[in-house]
């Protein structure tokens, strides 16, 4: 069953994404999205696309059980950044994790 899910999360993230952007699979359960030309005064949209894979993956469907994403996001033109990019996404994905999980966090 682990397998149908993470099926189908790459799938709703490819979906959801734009095709210039690169859905990852990072190891476990964890995917990174690498988004070109992306700044933080379009973090909403990142937002908006969270919101709408979670939506749709709070259904059962099939016998795949609901199950939803935690999101940490940084932007390289982030004010403020305490390490790499990455670091300081896995910080805000760790404030999301603490704090209900089921959304998305903006470093």
């Known amino acids: 069953m682990g397998d149908t899910i993470l099926q189908k999360v790459a799938t709703l993230l490819k979906r959801t994404f734009r095709s210039i952007d690169y859905v990852c699979r990072i190891g476990g359960d964890e995917f990174a999205i690498i988004m070109v030309e992306m700044t933080s005064d379009l973090k909403y949209t990142i937002e908006e696309k969270i919101e709408a894979v ?9 016998g795949v059980p609901a199950v939803s994403l935690s999101v940490g996001v940084a932007f390289s033109d982030r004010d ?15 404030y999301i994790k603490e704090h209900g999980r089921h959304g998305c966090k903006i470093f």
């Open 54 to 62: 979670n939506e749709t993956l709070s259904k059962e469907v099939d």
């Open 80 to 94: 403020n950044a305490e390490d790499d990019i990455f670091k300081d996404a896995d910080k805000a994905l760790y």
